[in-house]
């Protein structure tokens, strides 16, 4: 090997080093859902009321959304309190939540809700999503930078 090649193989190193760490995701990026990496937007809603026109009202909101925005939008509602009802099983509801879940909506119910009402999962709607506490994923999602909304 010339003098002059030395350097020619470190920056060849360097530069194939540096493409193989381009290839693989950043840690944060390996953590967080495939839908959130694509989000330019982010909105998570609340439902704390058992009221029929008001998850309609949230449906319709999500929808809109996504119709104004496609995928560039991440949405999460998040059910608590007398809310949670809309996600049982025999919900008047479900069929719109099975509608907007096919959509990309995260739907997701309060447990520490289901322990005081004494549900369990096999109550609720199929494929929506749980969370330990509703306020506390509503809190943390507005810290991380997410739109609030409550219909």
């Not at 439902?47 to 939008?73: C, E, F, I, M, T």
């Not at 025999?90 to 004494?118: F, I, P, W, Y």
């Not at 969370?131 to 999602?141: D, F, L, Q, S």
């Amino acid at each position: 090997m010339t003098k002059g090649m030395g350097w020619r193989v470190a920056a060849l190193c360097v530069a194939a080093l540096g493409m193989v760490g381009l290839s693989q995701p950043s840690r944060a990026a390996q953590s967080r859902p495939a839908m959130q990496q694509r989000a330019q937007h982010r909105v998570v809603m609340q439902v704390s009321d058992a009221s029929p026109q008001k998850w309609n009202l949230v449906l319709n909101n999500a929808k809109n959304l996504r119709q104004a925005l496609g995928r560039s939008v991440a949405i999460e509602i998040v059910a608590y309190g007398p809310g949670i009802g809309m996600l049982k099983f025999d919900s008047v509801v479900g069929g719109r939540v099975s509608d907007a879940l096919k959509n990309g909506v995260k739907v997701e119910a309060c447990e520490n809700t289901m322990k005081a009402q004494h549900l369990t999962k096999a109550d609720m709607l199929p494929s929506i999503g749980y969370v330990p506490a509703g306020v506390v994923e509503i809190m943390k999602k507005e810290e991380q930078g997410w739109a609030y909304l409550k219909p």
